[in-house]
Each structure stands twice: as C-alpha cells, then as structure tokens.
C-alpha cells in the first residue's frame, strides 16, 4: 500500500507546462476558492511571461515544474491549463527526481503526457484530475469536480461512478491509466508509453470527429495493446461537427462498431474530459470496475494521498 502522508495543510503549486491562462483573473479566484479547505496555494505561473501559445518559454516551463518539485511545502502539483506543450517538456525532465519527491501531479488533457512518461519511466503515479483556472478558478465553478478531487486526495480509496446504454456486465480488476486518447496515440512507440498488462484503460477527447476516435481505437488494436487490456472506459467526446458526408455516421455508429471489434470490452458514461463535471483517477492506480450490464461503479486503490492531520 503506498502511505498516505499527513500535513498540517496541504500545500498545492500552480505550474503551466503548456498553455497560458485564458482569464488570469482565475488564478486568485482559484486561489481563494481553495483556502477554507486548508490549502495554501504556491503559484510559479507568472502570467506576464506568456510567449506565443505557451505559459512561458519552454525552460521557464521547466523551471516552474522543477521549482514545484523542490519546495518542500509542496505535496500537490497541478497545472494551470493543458492546451499544447507538455510533449516538448518531456525530454528535458528528470523523472526520477519527480519521482523521488513524493508530488503528486495533477491534471489532465494535454497533461496526459506526463502522466504516461513519469509511469513509463519510473512507475511513480499522478492524478488525472481538475485543471486550475477551467475547475478551481472557473467563474460557475462546479462543486462536484473540487469534492471529488479532495475526496480522492484523502483516500484511502476513490470510487467512480457511470452508466451508459449498452454497457457489457462485468467484474474486472487492473491498473488504471490512460487520459486523452490524441495525446495517448502521440507517445506510442516511444518511451513514454506504458506497456500495461490487464489494464483498465479510460479514454476522453474533444472536437475529435466520431471516425478520427475511431481510427485512434483501431490503431491501439493493431498495435497489440488493446488485448492486453481488460476494459475501456469512454468519458466525454464531444465539441466535434458532423457533416452531410457522415450519412448516419455519427458516435453512436462508431461506438457500436468499436464494441463488435475490439478484443475488450467497452464502456460509456465516465463523468471525465473536458466537460465542467469531472471525477479524479489515480493514474496507476488498482482499479475494480464492476458493472452490472449499465450502471457501473470503478473503485480505485493503492495511490499516493495527502491528508490534513
């Protein structure tokens, strides 16, 4: 079991390994959203130092992540925004020193990449949990996605809950992982990218038309990951157009297609991606997801925790 570590307050950094804040007034709104759960924030994101797509440049980037790493009032590391930039981060970060820190990173998106390199090279876990300005400083900020990330953080166990039309009945166990399918297939055949056996593989992306998700499904098949697998769990997909061409085509078609051709089962209604409500999973983590041929509950175990003592 990895400990739970106890501290008088949790201490949370604020780095941007890609994107700039799209509203900078989210960081103190964020920042006094999280104070009456005992959480004192340390914020490395220099707004100012945006340069072009970017929070900053690439080794601004990378200083921030290292800053964070090194405070040792830190037990929580999350990102300001995904959008673009971690992959060009990752080649320059030790991650046996990310490691050997004891952080916790969290985020998702964009973030997905470092959730998959850090594992890959270190087996150590993150969080595939809230953003900092969309979640915690959004202006209609959603309740649920703060509580469940808290509930998460103090575990011992997290459990998640879904359901969807269709979904297969079953009873099986494995390591959680996964994120953001487009960042996923970005890393295959790199050393980024897990190998994961008997896997509970979870999946979300945005404006990815029904035949590009797909196509990405059909690739992680043919490369012989998918049978190694146990389950998929699908969260949100949506932000994409159909088109005239499509003639009936739509995620429906593609996610019935998946189900009579993938070698594992597929499941719908993961409350993740890029939607206002969003649950937390442990990248790594021991996962049970039992399903009871629609409603189905996904409980997590063995994850790093912080805790106020």
Known sequence: ????????????????????????????????????HGILVHNYYDHEARHLRFGATDAARLAQIEAAIDDPDVQVVMAIRGAYGMTRLLPHIDFDRMAASGKIFVGFSDVTALHMALYARTGALSYAGPMFTSDIGAREPVEFTLDDFLRCLAGPTHTVNGQGA????????????GGNLAMVMSLMGTDYFP?????????????????????????????????RQRAIVLGDFSGYRLGVNDNGYDFDQMLSYLRATLPCPVLTGLEFGHIARHVTIPFGAQARLVSDGEAWSMTLSDYPTVRVG
Request: proline fraction near 10%.
């Open 195 to 227: 190998r994961i056996d008997g896997g509970i593989l979870y999946l979300e992306d945005i404006a990815e038309h029904p035949f590009r998700v797909e196509r990405m499904m059909l690739q992680l098949m043919q490369a012989g990951i998918l049978q």
């Open 1 to 36: 079991m990895i400990p739970q570590h106890i501290v008088k307050r949790i201490g949370i950094a604020l780095v941007a390994p890609g994107s700039y804040a799209p509203e900078p007034e989210a960081v103190p709104r964020g920042i006094a959203r999280l104070e009456p």
């Open 166 to 177: 269709g979904n297969p009945a079953l009873d099986v166990s494995g390591t959680a992982w």
